[in-house]
């Protein structure tokens, strides 16, 4: 499959540069028959007995400046995770000049360059005490390089459901939560179950290859816990829905997908790509924002919908929705 096949002209000016507030305000299609909507109509969009899931992934304050000790010339670090031997990766730049052994300091810590750079990812070792409290307190949120407007508060980059840290960008999808949208959804008898992803540089960069099949998916740590793999057993047994709120609910749960369309419970690291012809075994139906072109979101929304996606997007732009990370959302069925 061409990367060019998912991709559409986006004009800038559908590039959201605001968070509408209050954040249920932002508007949501139905691409089932196409209807305009606000994201606060969610539950009535649904069905009593459908289970709404969500990312309850916090978002790191992860861009740092740092500075070389060897020359004192500047470099910016996206830090993403930390590995099982306590090394962190993260992305630098500049990078190109960047070698195993050099000393950044960024924030009071010693950084040193373990491995790489590789394609501007490098290995880390971050000395500190408490490394998650010195990113905090050195850092700031990594707002998405395509948004140019100003957050009066940073936690308008967080969802409602936030809670676990590791992510280097938000599950946008939730951002349009608000409590009065969880309450509609409670009234309806929908619960909401939680999964954890913690969301990495593929959502910054695009598919460098010509051919979707070449791309390297970068590896993500994600996570169900019991009570949510209990929640969607239920939900089969009801005759319910499995509505992923966002492209990493969709990604971890077919992740630990069984045959039976339940998931099983656990942590492991994904790097599941869903393109089309795959066959989703436990998601029924997907909240999302629109997404970069030809990136791989776009490539797992075409592989839910099918080219129905196409007609989607072109709606969406004509009508004057706005894209991307504060943008607008839809709703879509297999």
Known sequence: MRVEDFKYQLPDSAIAQE??????????????????????????????????????????????????????????????????????????????????????????????????????????????????????????????????????????????????IGSAAAPTAGLHFTPEVAAGLQHREIEIAVVDLHVGIDTFRPIAAEQVEDHRMHTEWCSIPGATAAAIAATRVRGGRVVAVGTTVVRTLETFAEGDGTVSAGECETSLFLTPGIDFRVVDALVTNFHVPGSTLVVLVAAFMGDRWRKAYHVALERGYRFLSFGDAMLAER
């Open 19 to 164: 968070a509408i507030e209050p954040r249920h305000d932002s508007r949501l299609l139905d691409t089932r028959d196409m209807s305009d909507h606000r994201f606060l109509d969610l539950p009535s969009l649904l069905q009593p007995g459908d289970l709404v899931v969500v990312n309850e992934t916090r978002v790191r304050a992860a861009r740092i400046a740092g500075r070389r000790r060897d020359t004192g010339g500047s470099v910016e670090l996206l830090v993403l995770e930390a590995r099982p031997d306590g090394l962190w990766e993260a992305l630098a730049r500049p990078s190109r000049r960047l070698r195993p052994g050099i000393e950044i300091e960024i924030g009071g810590i010693t950084s040193t360059i373990v491995e790489g750079p590789d394609e501007g990812m490098v290995v880390i070792d971050l000395q500190a005490p408490d490394v998650e409290a010195a990113i905090a307190r050195a850092g700031t949120i990594p707002l998405p390089p395509y948004f140019h407007g100003v957050l009066d508060d940073p936690d308008r980059y967080q969802t409602i459901f936030a809670r676990n």
